[in-house]
């Protein structure tokens, strides 16, 4: 066994700049007042974040590739049967990782354009009138109890692996290294992460809404003399 090198530091980086904008409009949600200003921002790194993983999915490292760990339902039969050997992400593990990504998109594009009745409105609120965003309101209350189950799926595939198959997962997300007799990933260079990076920052700029222009202030009357 050698030591190669699985994850990428992009890769890496979201990965646990993901957790921690998850976490922190999380328990910004359950604070409310004023904390729900950061819950909004919390909301637009995500979509950063996300935008730079689906870009990296297509130009970044082997095993952030979506077509290296997407398979079809032949690969993950064969997984649970125990015949399926490689790195990064296992067939049934690619499930979990579409799930996760689908759902944050659902859950971060529905919260862009909401509001809660007080002082809060999303970065894309004035885009829409009052009933399409309280319409948005109640998809992104119905997808927040599955992005919670699917982290706890998560913590307990983390679990499973330590505990019965003797593997940390863990680890190869802080180091990107693992002992493996499989291929090192390779590819995604300084260009690509550029690429993915600046439309990253693109999607952050149209989700932050700074592009809508002010609305002017409503002249008042004149005095009836």
Same mark, same amino acid.
């Given at each position: 066994?050698? *030591?190669? *090198? =699985?994850? +990428?530091?992009?890769?890496?980086?979201? #990965?646990? @700049?993901?957790?921690?904008?998850?976490?922190?409009?999380?328990?910004?949600?359950?604070?409310?007042? %004023? /904390?729900?200003?950061?819950?909004?921002?919390?909301?637009v790194t995500v979509v950063g974040l996300l935008v730079f993983r689906l870009v990296w999915g297509f130009i970044g490292?082997?095993?952030? !590739?979506?077509?290296?760990?997407?398979?079809?339902?032949?690969?993950?039969? $064969?997984?649970?049967?125990?015949?399926? #050997?490689?790195?990064?992400? %296992?067939?049934?593990?690619? @499930?979990?990782? @579409?799930?996760?990504?689908?759902?944050?998109?659902?859950?971060?594009?529905?919260?862009?354009?909401?509001?809660? +009745?007080? /002082?809060?409105?999303?970065?894309?609120?004035?885009?829409? %009138?009052?009933? @399409?965003? +309280? *319409?948005?309101?109640?998809? #992104? !209350?119905?997808?927040?109890p599955l992005i919670i189950l699917l982290v706890l799926a998560h913590f307990s595939a983390i679990v499973y692996y330590? !505990?019965? *198959?003797?593997?940390?997962?863990?680890?190869?997300? =802080?180091?990107?290294?693992?002992?493996?007799?499989?291929?090192? $990933?390779?590819?995604?260079?300084?260009?690509?992460?550029?690429? $993915?990076?600046?439309?990253?920052? =693109?999607? =952050?700029?149209?989700?932050?809404?700074?592009?809508?222009?002010?609305?002017?202030?409503?002249?008042?009357?004149?005095?009836?003399?």
């Amino acid at each position: 066994m050698a *030591r190669i *090198r =699985v994850w +990428d530091l992009p890769t890496r980086l979201f #990965h646990w @700049l993901l957790a921690v904008s998850v976490l922190g409009a999380f328990i910004s949600a359950q604070i409310g007042g %004023n /904390a729900m200003v950061w819950h909004g921002r919390f909301g637009v790194t995500v979509v950063g974040l996300l935008v730079f993983r689906l870009v990296w999915g297509f130009i970044g490292s082997t095993y952030a !590739r979506f077509f290296q760990f997407v398979k079809g339902p032949a690969a993950i039969q $064969a997984y649970l049967r125990g015949q399926w #050997h490689g790195e990064g992400h %296992n067939p049934l593990g690619a @499930l979990s990782v @579409l799930a996760m990504l689908s759902t944050l998109l659902a859950l971060v594009s529905t919260g862009l354009f909401s509001n809660d +009745d007080i /002082a809060f409105e999303g970065p894309l609120y004035a885009l829409v %009138n009052k009933e @399409l965003s +309280d *319409r948005f309101v109640g998809v #992104h !209350r119905l997808i927040e109890p599955l992005i919670i189950l699917l982290v706890l799926a998560h913590f307990s595939a983390i679990v499973y692996y330590v !505990r019965f *198959r003797k593997q940390t997962l863990i680890m190869p997300m =802080v180091t990107g290294w693992k002992e493996s007799n499989g291929e090192g $990933a390779r590819g995604g260079g300084v260009v690509a992460f550029c690429v $993915a990076l600046m439309i990253a920052l =693109v999607a =952050v700029y149209g989700a932050s809404g700074a592009w809508i222009s002010a609305q002017p202030p409503t002249p008042a009357a004149a005095p009836a003399w």
